[in-house]
């Protein structure tokens, strides 16, 4: 399997989450001395706040982006045994989104979303929210957070279209849910796009259906063109590069 990674927004995205935690620490511990100022008291509220919701938000990303593994790494571990007809790609620039995993395959791409917090989990006609308590969720405000993967998938799935589209490239588009996490406990029910844990992803890509019409020129295409970033890194296989092949529209194959 060929791996591309793009490195400088991985290195981009841990500088900023390091500097957002450090100062909204500055802010955090700054507020004890503006609160000590008569008329400043509102002030040092405001930027309580501020500080506190800065370094949360920062602490996050540092576990996101500086733990090992990362989720790409994850990922790249559970696909390890695919030949060179898979082409993964972290991270892509696709116009104005970062698409963080994709998977090129003999039949088409699948966009992944991936997520990596433990508990339950439930989503339900493509709705999603964290199970457990209120005094749990607040405990884990700095760490992992849900958010919504069926809207992020269906961006990265547009905007992936969009690019084919563009460079008038034929691929079925699909996507996915992955939940990293071994402690993740999924109750899902009518998924707008398949929810699998990560130890199904092999497994999930195994099934995926191959177009055998489908040549090696034109796929290699494909991954070149959604190859996108300010510093790629390939591994595994032969460098992506771009290659005049037929036109032909994009297909987006229903989930």
Do not use: C
Not at 167 to 193: C, K, W, Y
Request: aromatic fraction near 8%.
């Amino acid at each position: 399997m060929r791996i591309v990674r793009n490195v400088g927004h991985v290195k981009r995205r841990k500088r900023i989450a390091r500097w957002s935690a450090l100062f909204g620490f500055l802010l955090l511990t700054g507020t004890f001395f503006i609160a000590l100022r008569p008329g400043l008291l509102l002030v040092a509220y405001i930027l309580l706040f501020g500080g506190f919701i800065l370094f949360n938000v920062g602490m996050q990303q540092v576990g996101k982006w500086s733990r090992t593994p990362r989720n790409d790494q994850m990922i790249d571990h559970q696909l390890a045994n695919l030949n060179d007809r898979y082409t993964l790609i972290h991270f892509a620039q696709i116009g104005k989104r970062v698409v963080e995993h994709m998977l090129v395959y003999p039949g088409g791409v699948v966009v992944m979303t991936a997520k990596e917090l433990p508990g339950a989990i439930v989503g339900k006609n493509g709705r999603w929210r964290k199970g457990g308590g209120g005094l749990r969720r607040l405990f884990g405000f700095s760490g992992p957070q849900l958010g919504q993967p069926s809207v992020e998938t269906r961006l990265s799935l547009e905007a992936v279209e969009a690019t084919l589209a563009e460079a008038q490239l034929e691929a079925d588009v699909s996507g996915a849910i992955i939940f990293l996490n071994p402690r993740a406990e999924l109750n899902v029910t009518d998924p707008d796009f398949p929810a699998i844990y990560g130890d199904e992803l092999a497994q999930f890509v195994r099934d995926l259906p191959i177009d055998e019409s489908v040549r090696s020129t034109e796929r290699d295409a494909v991954a070149a063109r959604l190859s996108v970033g300010e510093n790629l890194e390939t591994t595994g296989g032969a460098p992506v590069r771009r290659r005049p092949v037929r036109k032909r529209p994009v297909r987006n194959r229903a989930t």
